[in-house]
């Protein structure tokens, strides 16, 4: 697949079950996408988050083409910057999903 970034070194991929899952990605590209946060691309799969991390860039693919499940796929180009990443974007969608039980594990 195209939308998912391939340049970077250090990738993670979280499934989360959900029966929603292009809500849950268009509310936190909605938050994150804010003026000064992150930018947001459209894509075929869903929204592609990107932000740059004490100078590494960093971007996390929101798939919602599966039913039941937004697969967030998040790269970077080292761990640091990648731990930084999947800890905003888990952090943030489980917040936002805490009553309909949302869970991110990063594999």
Do not use: I
Not at 43 to 62: K, N, Q
Not at 68 to 93: F, K, P
């Amino acid at each position: 697949m195209t939308d998912v970034p391939t340049t970077s070194s250090t990738a993670r991929t979280a499934l989360v079950q959900t029966p929603t899952p292009g809500r849950w990605a268009k509310q936190l590209a909605s938050h994150l996408g804010r003026p000064g946060k992150m930018s947001v691309e459209p894509t075929s799969a869903g929204p592609r988050l990107s932000m740059t991390f004490d100078g590494v860039e960093t971007a996390c693919l929101m798939d919602t083409s599966a039913p039941d499940v937004l697969a967030l796929h998040a790269t970077a180009g080292d761990e640091a910057a990648l731990d930084r990443m999947t800890q905003v974007v888990g952090s943030h969608l489980e917040r936002f999903g805490e009553k309909a039980g949302l869970q991110v594990v990063w594999a």
